[in-house]
């Protein structure tokens, strides 16, 4: 069945400090990729997407690249604020179906 | 825009009360989700509307979870009666279309039951 993993948190870095966050999904076909961000007391929001293989996704500093030999997209960030302290979903969606949901990571970023 | 509104922010009721969550979707957008949250089972999708109709409440916990769209600007999730493993956050998105690459996620109820 279609699925999304994700490396179990919490991730704490100092601030600064390289990111990654590892996501695998299982799906049929070539669906497309995205991560969310919940930050506290919110609701999930879109961070960034990718919707063919190869294609890289990039927002505030975030990128994800699309990984189909390996069924990847994992999260980075050259350098982490703690602003970016949140919970981060990894997601696939394809046309006309709903998005699977990864469990979350949540990151912790220390001053 | 507003956003997704949701009411209310936080709820705290009694065991075996009735709880009724409230919606307002993003003007224009077609489907309406309902998702759960909690620390254990994570974000689960509970049910989905488009254009008021419910397409796929598989993931209703059980006969006590009820959703209703009356219209395309509101939508409720009743849990009737509450147990205390209701607790958690609920939260109402919105999106336009089935190819959209976005769900536009209101702020969430943090429900207690005791």
């Known amino acids: 069945g279609n699925s999304v993993t994700q490396m179990e948190g919490p991730v704490t870095l100092s601030e600064e400090a390289f990111l990654t966050i590892n996501c695998t999904y299982t799906?049929?076909?070539?669906?497309?990729l995205f991560w969310y961000v919940q930050y506290p007391g919110e609701g999930l929001q879109l961070l960034l997407k990718?919707?063919?293989?190869?294609d890289k996704g990039s927002n505030k500093g975030f990128e994800a690249t699309y990984r189909k030999e390996t069924t990847s997209f994992h999260l980075e960030k050259g350098s982490v604020q703690v602003s970016d302290s949140a919970v981060y979903f990894c997601?696939?969606?394809?046309?006309?179906?709903?998005?699977?949901f990864g469990p979350g990571t949540r990151l912790s970023v220390l001053p | 825009d507003a956003g997704v509104i949701q009411s209310p922010r936080h709820e705290v009721t009694e065991m075996g009360q009735e709880v009724t969550l409230r919606c307002k979707p993003i003007?224009?957008?077609?489907?309406l989700f309902w998702y759960r949250q909690t620390m254990m089972r994570g974000l689960e999708l509970l049910i989905y509307?488009?254009?008021?109709?419910?397409?796929?409440d598989s993931g209703m916990p059980e006969d006590r979870f009820s959703a209703k769209m009356p219209n395309a600007s509101f939508s409720t999730l009743k849990i009737q009666p509450s147990e205390p493993r209701d607790s958690a956050v609920y939260f109402c998105?919105?999106?336009?279309?089935?190819?959209?690459?976005?769900?536009?996620f209101g702020p969430g109820t943090r429900l207690t039951v005791t």
């Open positions: 998105a919105s999106s336009l279309g089935s190819l959209a690459y976005e769900q536009y």
């Open positions: 799906a049929t076909g070539y669906p497309s």
């Open positions: 990718a919707t063919k293989a190869d």
């Open positions: 997601a696939h969606k394809k046309d006309g179906q709903n998005f699977v």
């Open positions: 003007s224009g957008h077609d489907y």
């Open positions: 509307f488009n254009n008021n109709v419910p397409i796929d």
